[in-house]
């Protein structure tokens, strides 16, 4: 067997070459058994880099290719295209990570040299047994599925269902509209929320393009991109929405209160059989058993009696329905801070602490007070306030990173307290952020007419008990102001803690079911963080807005908008190519044990009973591997991972010998 | 070029032992100077302080009064939200200062701090009769008599013991001790 193998070292312009030895390291490599030609260039994945490779295999006839650059994650799919174009095909290509497992992780340019010849080494044993593999071409379905209804899946699912495919939005309220439907201003230009969300939200309610499963969830999700097979449980509403016309007698009649801690965040009440809020999108009400008189004590039955269409139906149950999608948009939103966690800020011991979305229902005109902003007796007007930013954010004892959105909420909170009670507002800042457009601008609106005091420093404390005089009945906040360099204790009435957003608690699991990535503070992992922020490591899986990390309307907004256009070009493509990486069964080897059968997590295992073998369906089968690790009899071999590849790969490392080096201090 | 460790590098290297993130991760948001309960007493707050360590403001971070007031009650280190051992900072910043023999004058905590390290290295344990009266004049007769009092009323009690305590193996513990703290001419001093 005689083949002829080239090497390309890239030095990454200095990011290789400042720590390896490249030409060495490709005079080395040229001498290498069945290495007819070793080039290191200064940056392989240019253009003229390429053409260098393409140019080679067309004149010196190579029949494989290794490239030692960066890791493969980042261009192997460049040079597979580059051997495509020459005529080779791509999968008789091999990547040497001699960037990211080298040069980026030693300074020492002795032990650099030796480890890139070990990888390049691996790399030429293994891809002389690299076989030729054709890619898998399956359809796209043109479905879609969104998962949350609030401001980014409405969009998500409007411009999707605006290019003429059909979308089923999935959210677990009894509402679409998420968090934003429970705003009054929205920073900076201070439009009202629920002008511009409700019209978003009768178009998502009404497109004929988008079938709305409110109070649901995602049970589970079988498939892989363009095929995905959902099952979604809808929550009994015990209301018929067939029957249903929204006219909202049952609440009316209702006599049970129950304290709304959804949608008015503790501040109101609502009915048992309710709508969270008069727009709500669909308007069918939901009946919330734990607190129903009828299933708690089994009479009443008041809302039954006095439904004009006979829709209350008790003995409605849950319904599992499924169906077929090609994509998934996840835009499923954020949890709040729970503030209890800093005792030291008094949340749920003394009654005039507000939590951020609190005090929005308490300024909302649609809010528990119709929009006065007032203490807890629920008469008095504040005379003086305190906005506290970075409530559980930007700290390591809760979490590490920045909310984005505090800065611009606290000041937007400064404003409509100005606004509407005319009381002295204090700003506790440890830095102001307010980094987009038209937001420094509203910064430096609220300094030159709003009266704010900024005070910069990080709140130590929020006490109700006094020690000086004019502290007594107050608020007292106890911080440094760090600009002055002196402890201050400032009384107010009214304290606003401008929680920070965290990942949705149920995050980790959700990632598990549509098979994507958290990362360690839970928001869900993109593919690339710069240049393809809205697309997962799941091929067919995409996230938009604050699921992703913290941001605030207009970035989820276009984030969801982005996902959308992904999911469009994909579906327009019609058909999607697989890598043709898959497992297949030896069927003479095979014994018929049907251990693989419960191993694989796609269920792309069958076992044929006639024949007493398994099979593996290559459409669901993603290359995971599991199966080829779990047969006694090694009947099972994953393409372009075969035994031949892996077991060369490791001799060719280990051929190269190593010097021996001082252990690494701890 | 000046191969000597700055200030700065000289305060980091003696907290890297410790439990805290290093001072360089400080964002100045005053949570510890906030929470202080004597920063009153201070004439820098322990957030201004750190930032006078990063200026490298070596003589004034030394004539400060600050770490000697620190009270050690450790609320700074619970609620500093970027996990700096303050409280260990002060303690740092003592060590520094006795070691440098660089201290305010008329400040009774680096004689207190003194006398106690030479105490527990004569005798491994602290034995208050002996250091009390090390720095109780401070107070004026007044106060040394109030204080006497005390005593006579906890030496009654049972509270005080008569006799200075000793533990076993003294010359392991010194040795040990010189190995931690950079004063360690005052473990030779002790012998």
Known sequence: MSEKVGVYICHCGANIAGVVDVAALSHWAGELPDVAVARDYKFMCSSLGQELIEKDIQELGLTRVVVAACSPHLHEATFRNCCKRAGLNPYLFEMAS??????????????ALEKSKALISGAVHRVIHNQALEPIIVDINPNVLVVGGGITGIQAALEIADAGYHVYLVEREP????????????????????????????????????????????????GYVGNFTVKVRQKARKVNTELCTGCGICEQKCPKKVID??????????????????????????????????????????CEKFCPTGAIDFKQEDKVVSFDVGNIILATGWDLFDCRRIPQYGYGRLANVYNSLEFERLSNAAGPTGGKVILRDGVTVPQSVGIIHCVGSRDKNYNPYCSAICC??????????????????????????????????????????????FVRGKVAEVTDAARLPGEEGKLIIQVEDTLIGKQRRIP???????????????????????????????????????????????????????????????????????????VIGLVNRKQVSLEPVRASVNAEQCSGCR????????NAISFLVDKGVSEINPALCQGCGTCVAACPAGAITGSHYTNAQILSQIEGILEVELGQREAVPA | MDTRPTFYQEITNMMYATHGDPISTCIQCGTCSGTCPVVEFMD???????????????????????????????????????????????????RYSIWKNQYPEGLIGPTFAETFVKMILSGGRSYEPVLAPAYIFNYGLQGFLNEALTATGLLLKGRIPVLPPRIKRLDNFRRMVGHIIPASNLVGEAK
């Open chain 1, 98 to 111: 001699i960037r990211e497992q080298v040069s980026w992780v030693t300074a020492n340019k002795t032990v």
């Open chain 1, 261 to 302: 801690t959804v949608f008015e965040a503790g501040m109101g009440l609502r009915k048992a059989v309710y709508t969270p809020f008069p727009q709500a999108v669909p308007k069918y009400p939901v009946m919330d058993v734990q607190n129903c008189t009828f299933f708690q004590k089994g009479t009443c039955k008041a």
């Open chain 1, 492 to 566: 107010v009435d009214m304290v606003i803690l401008s929680a920070g957003l965290e990942p949705r608690h149920d995050a980790k699991e959700v990632a598990k079911l549509f098979g994507i990535g958290c990362s360690a503070d839970q928001w869900f992992i993109e593919r690339h963080p710069k240049l393809d922020p809205v697309a997962t490591m799941t091929e067919g899986v995409f996230v938009a807005g604050v699921c992703q990390g913290p941001k605030d309307i207009p970035l989820s907004v276009t984030q969801g908008a982005a996902a959308a256009a992904r």
């Open chain 1, 408 to 453: 611009m909420q606290s000041l937007k909170f400064a404003h409509l307290v100005k606004e509407k009670t005319g009381a002295q507002v204090y700003n506790f800042y440890i830095d102001i952020r307010t980094p987009l457009k038209a937001y420094d601008e509203f910064y430096q609106h609220i300094l030159e007419t709003d009266e704010t005091r």
């Open chain 1, 595 to 602: 251990i693989c059968n419960n191993q694989c997590p796609f």
């Open chain 1, 175 to 222: 509402s679409i509209g998420g968090h934003m439907a429970q705003f009054d201003k929205t920073f900076p230009t201070l439009d009202c929320s629920a002008c511009i969300l409700t019209p978003k939200m009768f178009s998502a309610g009404t497109h004929p393009n988008i079938t709305l499963l409110t109070w649901s969830e995602v049970e589970k999700v079988d």
């Open chain 2, 44 to 94: 820098h707050t322990p957030r201004d302080l750190i930032g006078m360590i990063r200026a490298d403001l070596k003589d004034e971070v030394l004539a400060s009064n600050t770490y000697w007031y620190c009270a050690s009650c450790f609320h700074c280190n619970v609620r500093c939200p970027a996990h700096i051992d303050i409280a260990d900072l002060m303690y740092t910043l003592k």
